[in-house]
């Protein structure tokens, strides 16, 4: 038992970081739900770790447990919390802060499916069906979310992205 303890600690710390960072483009940069997704990640593996060790690709699944979580939470959005358009924190100084603030700003105006599409497909590199496979859902859907996802983010970006990536 203390084994399968010391293995699942050591996937974790090694995937944490990665995790953290799909989810933060998940919920558009909201980095407080970006750690509770996270956690609620770790616990869901933790408690399925003997099966998901086994498992061909352990981080595959982490991501997709990840995704999925996230829609979830999309579907059962809590009553009692409230968003704002006041950021509690100011942002770091940075050569492309300006081009990362303007992409998780169009990011948050995607619906959460075709958001949780363009993260899959373009951040994390994966392919049209393990994409598919993840939201279970067809390859043609995704083909089709992922269009217009982009064209949306086109669309609310402007076709030229330079002048956010000026200093």
């Known amino acids: 038992m203390q084994v399968r303890g010391d293995e699942y600690a050591e996937f974790a710390a090694a995937r944490a970081g990665h995790l953290y960072r799909a989810a933060c483009l998940l919920t558009a940069g909201d980095t407080h739900l970006a750690e509770d997704l ?33 829609l979830a939470q999309k579907r059962r959005r809590s009553s009692s919390e409230r968003t704002t358009d006041v950021l509690p924190e100011t942002a770091a100084a940075g050569a492309d802060t300006t081009l990362r603030l303007t992409l998780l700003e169009a990011l948050a105006r995607l619906p959460a499916k075709d958001r949780a599409v363009v993260v899959l497909r373009y951040w994390e590199d994966r392919s049209i069906q393990e994409t598919a496979d993840v939201l279970n859902t067809s390859s043609a859907a995704v083909r089709t979310r992922c269009s217009r996802a982009l064209a949306r983010l086109r669309e609310l970006l402007g076709e030229d992205l330079s002048e956010y990536a000026t200093t």
């Open 38 to 70: 996270v956690q609620e990640t770790l616990g869901r593996l933790y408690l399925r770790w003997g099966r998901v060790s086994r498992a061909d690709n352990p981080a595959a699944y982490a991501q997709t447990v990840l995704t999925r979580t996230f």
